[in-house]
């Protein structure tokens, strides 16, 4: 049962210019790690600021590489050089493969793939970094159901190895492949999974993160009581901590999702993560969620 016989999975269809839209946490880091990984790169968001700050953002990473003695001046400016911006989605016209991480709203991911499946050219690949919606519904709204595939990145993505590729019924074979020699190619760990809410990773952790909150409403036991006995356990955060990386209102949106795909009542995002998103505290994005930085 351990023998693996499958052999590398090869680019059935060939990558060179890999398109990204969205200017987010996830959307930054996925344009660094295809660049840092020698492919050219456009990536398109909504405003010339949002572009800017993800420009900004590669930047600081990169220089942050260099003082740790990881890259040099010349190797950011080859990354840097690989990147082309944009706030016009027609600038994804010759992408090989367009990964979008906008909002984790279905009605705004349905719109976005409408457009993609007119911009993109024949045979590009159409993938999200959903974290929980359903890839069958981003496929159906495109002429082109068999070219779209989930690819779920995970935060921080510049460090996190493990990519979820996602197929439904419909996804091509080559797709599938080709997505799966990419996330090799730029040093991750594809994972197969099917399209149900939550993949695999999400379906188990959002819940332990819910119950975390829970815990300390209940429990009354402060945050860092909690942090500090699961970082004990050897997980490299606490759930407070990860809940401020992926942002409070992502956690909320995925918490929702999973209560609609599975109705499981146990699973109702606690009313502190309701609050904090209400409130802005969405995290280290903004500076302040749980704890404050
Ligand atoms: N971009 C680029 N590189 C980064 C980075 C970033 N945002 N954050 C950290 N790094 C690099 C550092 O430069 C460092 O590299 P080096 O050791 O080679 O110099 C390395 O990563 C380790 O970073 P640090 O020493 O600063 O910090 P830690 O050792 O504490 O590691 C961490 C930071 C990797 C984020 C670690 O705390 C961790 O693994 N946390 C758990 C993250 C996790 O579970 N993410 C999944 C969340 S769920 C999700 O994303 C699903 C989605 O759908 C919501």
Redesign the pocket.
């Known amino acids: 049962p351990n023998a693996d016989t499958s052999a590398a999975p090869s680019f059935a269809r060939p990558i060179a210019t890999v398109g990204v839209v969205g200017t987010g946490t996830m959307a930054s880091?996925i344009v660094e790690v295809f660049a840092k990984s020698g492919y050219d790169v456009v990536y398109v968001g909504r405003g010339q600021d949002k572009v800017d700050g993800v420009l900004a953002r590669i930047t600081k990473?990169l220089d942050?590489?260099i003082s740790?003695g990881?890259l040099d001046e010349d190797g950011k400016s080859d990354v840097l050089g690989r990147l082309t911006g944009s706030t016009e989605r027609e600038a994804l016209g010759d992408a090989d493969i367009v990964v979008e991480a906008i909002a984790e709203d279905l009605d705004i991911k349905l719109e976005l793939f409408r457009d993609l499946d007119r911009i993109c050219k024949p045979g590009a690949i159409l993938a999200t970094t959903t974290?929980s919606l359903s890839i069958a519904q981003c496929a159906a709204v495109t002429s082109r159901p068999a070219d779209v595939i989930g690819m779920?990145f995970?935060?921080?993505a510049?460090?996190?190895k493990l990519v979820e590729v996602v197929t439904t019924d419909e996804t091509a074979a080559d797709v599938d492949e080709t997505v799966r020699a990419l996330c090799l190619a730029v040093g991750k760990h594809p994972v197969s999974c099917g399209d149900r809410a939550g993949f695999i990773?999400?379906a188990l952790?959002f819940p332990y993160l819910n119950d975390a909150i829970r815990l300390h409403e209940a429990e009354g036991l402060s945050l860092a009581e909690i942090d500090d006995a699961m970082k004990a356990t050897g997980l490299?955060?606490g759930p407070f901590e990860?809940l401020d990386?992926?942002g409070n209102d992502?956690s909320l949106a995925?918490q929702q999702t999973l209560i609609g795909a599975f109705g499981h009542q146990g699973w109702q995002p606690a009313r502190t993560l309701e609050k904090v998103v209400a409130d802005g505290k969405l995290g280290r994005k903004t500076k302040e969620g749980f704890h404050t930085y």
């Open positions: 880091g990473s942050k590489a740790r990881k974290s779920h995970f935060n921080p510049p460090v996190m990773v999400n952790l490299p955060m990860l990386v992926v992502v995925i």
